[in-house]
Each structure stands twice: as structure tokens, then as C-alpha cells.
């Protein structure tokens, strides 16, 4: 009999269909497959018995994520053997796009294998690693629809490419040393070595990889971090380290099993682990008490962390603006800046990636900035099927996401859209992703704020900013019924046109503002996100207490008169306040900094200062808790300990009102919640009771998964309810 197969999922750009034959020549299998725009289509004939273990074989495929597996005899002529045909175009399903795979251990062996033909190849790859989404133009994945259609295979990469035995049988980035893209180096001579020399004698390599362009140093010289620095105008932001090895990584951090995991998975994400020892250059990671740790994701990488050993290896960009791709823009920057070495290569780059940022808290992978290895998966969510929706998320830490058929595709990070550079580059990717996927969106959903970029959709539907946080953790547990949400971040749009940031939202069939941190008078718009010293005398004179600054009569006058004021609840700039009220940091020189300044102190406490941040009628009462840390300073207490503190005021307070409001699920989420110590009191304080506490995993808890949000709202258009006033 002859049966015809439709598959869907990540099908395509793991070598299946080549495993799809092995599997069919085992079973005595004639037919054939081919990649049909997001699915793979079989053609299978033999036996009943021989069609059934086929069947199974084919769903055990390393790699595949299979979504859907349709079956049907049919009449179609099959002639002897089992061959992979020419792809096509045709199917109208929404296609899963395969992340970049970090480069295999096999890989790995024969670059490092003297006798091997690929030695030191800097491409090389097989079917089950490698570049997809960067160089994808379009679907099917096939070598002539990704950027490697640029290099003619020469005949022994031919004959890999088409021997079923080999593992590179139709891996679509299959290259060697005598073809494919070539690595070029701005000083000459190798360019694997001379890149090497010039870090390992204490200088600065600019490296184009799968996503983007990094600069990269070694994390023990001071002088080139420093340099570093100046070229991207980064002045304190700790940068991330790469390792060679797992066991490097140890030597001067904690490593869990977890993150062990995290480290090694084929995304190869930055992992946030703790420090044991602080040996790098103070400038790599600063004040931090955590490196951002991570391992190669490609044979170039491995090569430097070989023979340099730990390494700087952050993104080439002025800071806030995107990850450089074209070479063009790479030799502006060095013509602008100099100071470095550019060690390139001739493979376009389609898609700009940053790399990943993860973390492990209380058992469980978070990600705190999703893009190269996850991106373009899906979210599988408990949706109506048929409604195609397009998010466009925040303007900070911007990331969009498309959604159709119970399945959510969020782009990488962005970055800020204020930057317009940024700006172009997302509007770009939206084009890009949405081609890809062939999603034309019925609906159109963004941000309430009015003077957004990414809410510049003038038919849109509207999405409250901390109704979308709360909504994109139910969207990835599939929430339903009641729950009770706490959304703690710096800057969110509220209902009523005052700036909401620590708020308590409730949901039964609808969203509302139940509760949260009162109203407090502040000055400077978005330069109070900075200037943390500011947000203090705002929140002293809000508490009836007179500021130390030179310019208290101007700010009491300015508050008074309302100029350039905005009434905020803000929980971010609560933690700025506590951050320059106990003199530990005034003033953010980069998104944050006051808050993680805050947060390290409190580690570093013996013990809680006892505080407590009081409720009323479901409203939190700052003045209160600023006078009583105002008196514990002034009376000599430990400014590390008044830190952890406050950590755990604000803990005690989230669980108290979850136990007076008795919901069992309970929603955390918003950019404060990148705080390890405030996240980790407030899980276990719950759970201690109880509670079912979901966080944000598989998108960020800060603006870059407020998409994921808006798409659940989207998709259940009911759910907007009111506002309660506090």
C-alpha cells in the first residue's frame, strides 16, 4: 500500500529529511520527501507492517519537533527506492523556522583533528548544527534559499551533500577549506592566528559571527576592556565572558547543574552564574557579583577561547544602538574609533541577533533576553485557532511577535526604538519575519502609551502595559480562571494616563487594577529614569521630609506648580530611591544600575533590617516606609542590611495581600522582577503558603515579552477590564 505523509514543526533544517530516508531504506521503504514551505511531505510505500515502524521512526527523529502528523493512502505512482526530491512552496501552513544551532561536538572534533579535511575550517557545520534563521532568505530551507546559494560546493562537498551515509547529506551550510565563505583579517596574514596574537598581546578584535559583529578582548587586560568601553561609550554595564569550557567556568564561578544544562544547550545562551573570585580586569564585570557566562557557539569562537582563553565577547554597537551586520558600517566604526582589528567573513548576515541572557532561579531556566538559539520558536498557546494577530510589544528592550493557530513567534530583542537606527531594523524584521512565516495579522494590537514608536498603528488595538506583563506568564503556563498578578517595573502607561509601575491586577474573565504602590508626584519625565538622586528628593518631599540637594526650592516649586510632573507608582523607582537614599548609587549610566547596585548590597547583609511597606485600602504606602529607612540610616544602621531590608518589606508585603486576597495563582512579572533576591523571597514566601507561583520562562519579565502579552489579549479580545485608584 501507499500512504501519503503531511508533517509540521521543526521539520526542516536539522538534516530530517535525510534521516527520513535512512529510515525508509531500513524499513524496505520506496517513495520519496520534500520540504513543502513550512512542512515535509512523504510519499511512502511497503507493507503495513513496514509503513508502522517507518512511522515510528520518523517521529523519533533527533531534533524534530513534529506539531501535527497526517496520514492518507493514496494512488500515487512510486517508482523503486526511496530519493529526496526538489522542494516547493506550496503549503500554506505556518511553518516552524529553525533558531541558529550551536556548533556539534563532531564538528568540533574534526576541526580541532589535524588529519581532517575540514581542520580549522571556520565554517564548519552538518545537518545538525549550524547558522538557519541568520541566513534564511526564505522557505523552504534549502541551500538555494539561504545565503550559502552565494558559494558553489566543490565535488567532495558534492558528494557528502549526497550520500545518505554522510552526515552532512543535505545540510544546507555544508562548506570545507576549498569552498564556501572565507575568513579575511584587517592586519593580514592567517586569520585564525593573527586574530589570536593580537588579543593574546593585549589588543581588541572586532569578530563577525552567525548574528553580528562582537568586540572581543581578553577578560584579564584592563587596558583593552577599557578600550572596549570607549568604543562602544559603555562606561560601567558589566560585559559577558566566554569560556572554552564548562570547567573554566567554574574556576571562578558557581556552576549548577541546571545551568551547566542552560550552558551547554544548543542555543548556548549567556548564563548569569554567581562569582566565586574576581580575577578578571575590573573593568569586565565591574561591582557585579555574577558573571554573564557563556561557550562558543560556533568553531571561530572555540579557536579564540582555545588559544586566548577567557575572553570579553560583547556585541559591536555603540551602546543603544543595534548589532552590527554590515561590513560596511563594522569599517566605519574602526575608521571613527580605530584602535582594533576587524576579522571577518564574506557570509551575509539576514538576520541580526544578539546573544541570549538566561538565568536559574528556584529550579527553573528564565530567560531574560530571548534571541539567537530561541528565535524564531514559537510559544504554544491555548488560543482559538484561525485569528492571525500581530503584537508590537514595548519601545524598550523592543521585541514584536506574530501569532496564528495556538502558536506565538517572538523576534529577538532590539533593543531601545528611540534609537533610530533600532527602529529601522525592527521595522525591517517585521517584514522579514512575517514573509517567512506567511502570517497576514487580522488583528493589530500594541502598547497604550501615546507616544510610542512600536504603537504607531493607528487602527490597532490598544494593550494595557501591565495587563500585557501579567498576560504574557498565563499565556506561556496556559492560565485559566482567577489569578492575581503582581507587576513591578519602572515605566508602564496606566489607564488613567498616570505612570503605573507596582501595580496588583486582578483577573477573573477580566483585567483590573486592584491595588498597588500609591501615587507619588515626580519630576523630569524620562530623565527621572535616570537620575535616581531626583526620584529621592520627589519621594522625600512626597513623605513631608525636606531634600539635601541645592535645588530643593526649585523642585518643592516645580511639584507644587506641576511643571514637567507625572504622578508615578512606580516600583523601579522606588528601588532608585532606596539606591540613592542609602548612598549606594544616584544616578542609572545604564538601565538598572541603581536598582542592581541596591541588590548587590543586600547580598552582602549579615542580616534584614526590619521594615515593613504598610497597606491601606489596597494601596502601599511609601511615605511611610521612606521615613522609617530615613531614621534607620540616620541612626547608624548597616546601609547593607536597611538594603535587605527593604528587599524583604516589599516580599512580605506581595504575600500579605496574596493571603488577604486568596487567590491560589499567583502572576509575578515586570522588569523588577530581574531582581534575584526580591523574585526568590517572594516565590518562597508563596509557596510556602501554598500559593501556585508562575514567572516568566521561556519570554523575558521586562518589555521584551510584553508582546507574548498583547497576543493573549489579542486572541481573547474580553478580557480589558477597568481600573481601580489608589
Known amino acids: 500500500m501507499t500512504e501519503k505523509y503531511i508533517i509540521t514543526g521543526l521539520v526542516q533544517g536539522i538534516g ?32 503495513p507492517k513496514q509503513l508502522e515502524a517507518f512511522k515510528n521512526l520518523i517521529k523519533s527523529v533527533p531534533m524534530a519537533v513534529i506539531t501535527s502528523f497526517s496520514a492518507r493512502e493514496t494512488d500515487e505512482i512510486v517508482s523503486d527506492g526511496f530519493v529526496i526530491i526538489s522542494s516547493n512552496g ?19 572534533a574534526e576541526f580541532d583533528d589535524e588529519t581532517d579535511r575540514r581542520y580549522r575550517h571556520p565554517f564548519i557545520s552538518c545537518t545538525r548544527c549550524g547558522p538557519r534563521y541568520s541566513i534564511i532568505d526564505r522557505l523552504p530551507y534549502d541551500r538555494c534559499n539561504t545565503v550559502m546559494s552565494d558559494f558553489e560546493m566543490c565535488p567532495d562537498c558534492r558528494k557528502e551533500y549526497t550520500d545518505i551515509k554522510d552526515i552532512r547529506c543535505h ?40 548574528g553580528g559583529y ?23 554595564k558589566p560585559f559577558a565572558v566566554m569560556f572554552n569550557t564548562v570547567d573554566e567556568i567554574r574556576n571562578i564561578a558557581q556552576v549548577s547543574e541546571l545551568e551547566e544544562l542552560a550552558l551547554k544547550s544548543a542555543a548556548r545562551p549567556i548564563v548569569l552564574v554567581k562569582k566565586k573570585n574576581d580575577d578578571f580586569a575590573p573593568s569586565v564585570c565591574a561591582e557585579s557579583g555574577s558573571v554573564g557566562a557563556f561557550l562558543p557557539c560556533n568553531p571561530v569562537q572555540h579557536y579564540l577561547t582555545k588559544e586566548c582563553g577567557a575572553l570579553v565577547m560583547t556585541s559591536a554597537n555603540i551602546s543603544g544602538e543595534p548589532i552590527i551586520t554590515e561590513d560596511e558600517r563594522m569599517a566605519r566604526l574602526r575608521r571613527e574609533t580605530g584602535g ?54 514595548g519601545d524598550l528592550k523592543a521585541a514584536f511577535c506574530f501569532a496564528k493557530d495556538g502558536r506565538a513567534y517572538m523576534s529577538q530583542y532590539f533593543g531601545d526604538l528611540e534609537n533610530a537606527a533600532a527602529y529601522d531594523v525592527w521595522k525591517r524584521n517585521i517584514k522579514r519575519l512575517g514573509g517567512l512565516l506567511n502570517i497576514e495579522p487580522d488583528i493589530v494590537i500594541t502598547d497604550m502609551h501615546p507616544g510610542y514608536f512600536s ?44 505612570i503605573w509601575g507596582g501595580e496588583i491586577i486582578g483577573f477573573d474573565g477580566a483585567f483590573s487594577r486592584i491595588g498597588g504602590l500609591e501615587y507619588t508626584p515626580l519630576l523630569g519625565g524620562d530623565e527621572s529614569a535616570k537620575d535616581a538622586g531626583l526620584t529621592l528628593d520627589c519621594y522625600l518631599i512626597a513623605a513631608g521630609l525636606e531634600p539635601k540637594t541645592a535645588n530643593a526650592s526649585l523642585i ?23 539606591s540613592a537614599m542609602l548612598g549606594i548609587c544616584g544616578y542609572n549610566s545604564y538601565e538598572g544600575e541603581c536598582a542592581i547596585k541596591l541588590e548587590l548590597a543586600a547580598e552582602r547583609a549579615k542580616e534584614a533590617y526590619p521594615l515593613t511597606l504598610p497597606e491601606k485600602g489596597g494601596c502601599w504606602n511609601t511615605k511611610e516606609l521612606i521615613r522609617k529607612m530615613i531614621k534607620a540610616a540616620e541612626s547608624g544602621a548597616d546601609t547593607n542590611s536597611i538594603a535587605l531590608g527593604f528587599h524583604a518589606a516589599v516580599a512580605n508585603a506581595v504575600c500579605n495581600y496574596a493571603e488577604r486576597r486568596g487567590e491560589r495563582s499567583i502572576v509575578l512579572s515586570g522588569g523588577v522582577f530581574a531582581n534575584r533576591i526580591l523574585t526568590e523571597m517572594c516565590i518562597d514566601r508563596l509557596e510556602e503558603k501554598g500559593y501556585n507561583v508562575y514567572i516568566n520562562e521561556r519570554v523575558p519579565s521586562n518589555d521584551g515579552g510584553l508582546a507574548l502579552g498583547q497576543v493573549w489579549i489579542g486572541g481573547n479580545v474580553n478580557v480589558c477590564g477597568g481600573a481601580g485608584t489608589c
Open 556 to 578: 518643592k516649586a516645580a511639584l507644587k506648580n506641576n511643571i514637567n510632573t507625572v504622578k508615578s507608582s512606580s516600583m523601579g523607582r522606588l528601588f532608585d530611591a532606596v
Open 340 to 393: 582594533f582589528e576587524i576579522l571577518s567573513h564574506n557570509r551575509r548576515i539576514l538576520t541580526p541577533l544578539d546573544d541570549s541572557v538566561c538565568r536559574i532561579i528556584r529550579g527553573r531556566i528564565q530567560l531574560l533576553r530571548r534571541a539567537r538559539g530561541y528565535t524564531p520558536l514559537p510559544v504554544t498557546l491555548d488560543m482559538p485557532k484561525g485569528r492571525a494577530i500581530f503584537a508590537a510589544g
Open 455 to 498: 504603537a504607531n498603528y493607528p487602527s490597532a488595538m490598544r494593550a494595557q502595559h501591565h495587563f500585557a506583563h501579567m498576560a504574557s506568564v498565563m499565556a506561556e503556563h496556559g492560565l485559566k480562571g482567577s489569578a492575581t498578578g503582581f507587576i513591578f517595573d519602572g515605566t508602564g502607561y496606566g489607564t488613567a494616563g498616570n
Open 214 to 236: 562582537h568586540l572581543v578582548c581578553g577578560a584579564y587586560n584592563e587596558n583593552a576592556a577599557r578600550r572596549i568601553r570607549e568604543i562602544k561609550r559603555r562606561d560601567r
Open 16 to 47: 530530517f529529511r535525510p534521516d527520513v530516508k535512512r529510515a525508509a531504506e531500513q524499513c524496505g521503504i520506496s517513495g520519496s520527501v520534500k520540504n513543502t514551505g513550512g512542512a515535509v511531505e512523504i510519499i511512502a510505500r511497503g507493507a
Open 90 to 108: 506550496d503549503n500554506t501552513d505556518v511553518p516552524l523556522v529553525t533558531p541558529d544551532i550551536s556548533v556539534c561536538d563532531n564538528c568540533i
Open 171 to 210: 545540510a544546507q551550510t555544508v562548506a570545507c577549506n576549498d569552498c564556501g565563505p572565507v575568513l579575511s583579517y584587517t592586519a593580514g596574514g592567517n586569520p585564525l592566528e593573527g586574530a589570536a596574537r593580537t588579543i593574546k598581546s593585549g589588543g581588541v578584535v572586532a569578530v563577525k559571527d552567525i
